[in-house]
Nanobody
Framework: QVQLVESGGGLVQPGGSLKLSCAAS????????AGWYRQAPGKQRELVAR???????VYADSVKGRFTILRDNAKNTVYLQMNSLKPEDTAVYYC????????WGQGTQVTVSS
């Protein structure tokens, strides 16, 4: 069973940046897919970005050009670099890995507000 621990969330002003980290309890080098999802109050959880072990990426239209997903297999960590943050990016962000069994992290709160 893979355990995931997210970090890096917080309060940031509109236009600011945050970098989320997702540390896995074991090697992720052979994990086919890793990704980030988010859930805002009253809304369904949605895909933000995902990355394969070959480096192929998919982004939600709402974050294209602003967010970047990275995976460092040597550190067993997946990152989400978030730039030009908007109030509508406010949500709890969850890390996911597919082994293909799905494992989720506990979530980290991101709040974008002035």
């Amino acid at each position: 069973q893979v355990q995931l621990v997210e970090s890096g969330g917080g309060l940031v002003q509109p236009g600011g940046s945050l970098k989320l980290s997702c540390a896995a309890s074991e090697s992720i080098s052979r994990i086919p897919v890793a990704g980030w999802y988010r859930q805002a109050p009253g809304k369904q959880r949605e895909l933000v970005a995902r990355i394969t072990n070959g480096g192929n990426t998919v982004y939600a239209d709402s974050v294209k050009g602003r967010f970047t997903i990275l995976r460092d297999n040597a550190k067993n960590t997946v990152y989400l670099q978030m730039n030009s943050l908007k109030p509508e990016d406010t949500a709890v962000y969850y890390c996911l890995v597919l082994t293909p069994v799905a494992y989720w992290g506990q979530g980290t709160q991101v709040t974008v507000s002035s």
